[in-house]
């Protein structure tokens, strides 16, 4: 734990499955993660070396097996789920950011029929010029109407929930999307009404899914039977 031990902890990041905190290292901001398994870490490394020239996520610095950590790359911009949620944003713009990463990403795993799993707002950074893509130890084999389906769930159960803002952003991801690959729209339905069960079971809201259902149904992105 040779690099580890020469740092000082600035800030402890909001993560349930992990440890992750922003340290300084010789001056320098960077990000170490302590994964609660191996399996997490191997995952997330595996991503990311993969992408590293081809899309934009964090740089990796070390990676330590032994006590399960990485030290990576700390991205100053702002988490994309406070940047929705704030009014007189571009958000319309930065929906197509993250269409057109979703899809470089879906189309770089094509091949191997990857998603990048945990798809939701809290684990994207946009800054002025770049949007960038965090957390990949969910990352598995899927259809890419999986990660649409959660993201949109994501946008509209953030405060303030299923607004009429909400929904066009989703149809404008889903509709950019769209203009980049090809979407299965029954498959994403029955996706969508899966992801709102989940995230209302995950917080315990039996009210977000009754709620949720008659929003969805009212916009056409479920139908009345899933």
């Given amino acids: 734990m040779n690099s580890i031990k020469k740092f000082r902890i600035k800030e ?18 960077r990000v170490l993660k302590i994964f ?14 993969l992408l590293q020239d ?34 007189n944003r571009e958000k319309i713009r930065v929906m197509d950011r993250l269409a057109d990463w979703l899809s470089d990403f879906h189309s770089f795993f094509k091949d191997k ?3 990048r799993g945990d798809s939701i707002l809290r684990n994207f950074i946009v800054d002025k010029e770049k949007l960038y893509g965090l957390d990949f130890e969910e ?6 109407e999986e990660d649409l389906a ?7 159960t953030t405060d303030e929930k299923f607004t009429d803002e909400k929904f066009r952003l989703c ?6 999307y769209e203009s980049r690959a090809n979407l299965n729209l029954n498959y994403l339905n029955r996706e969508i009404y899966r992801a709102l069960i989940r995230f209302s079971e995950r917080r315990n809201d039996r009210n ?10 009212e916009y056409g992105m479920i139908n009345s039977v899933v």
Wanted: hydrophobic share 40%; proline share 2%; glycine share 4%.
């Fill in 150 to 156: 959660e993201m949109c769930i994501s946008i509209l």
């Fill in 36 to 49: 609660s398994s191996m399996r997490r870490l191997d995952r997330e490394y595996s991503v990311l070396r």
């Fill in 12 to 29: 402890r990041f909001k993560s349930k499955k992990n440890r992750v905190f922003r340290i300084e290292v010789d001056g320098e901001d």
């Fill in 113 to 115: 029929h990857i998603i």
């Fill in 208 to 217: 977000l899914r009754k709620i949720g259902l008659i929003k969805l149904q």
């Fill in 139 to 144: 990352s598995r084999i899927g259809r890419v």
């Fill in 54 to 87: 081809n899309l934009s996520v964090p740089s990796i610095y070390e990676i330590n097996r032994k006590d399960r950590f990485i030290i990576m790359e700390f991205l100053p911009g702002e988490n994309l789920c406070d940047f929705v949620n704030l009014k």
């Fill in 171 to 176: 149809k404008f991801l889903l509709e950019s």
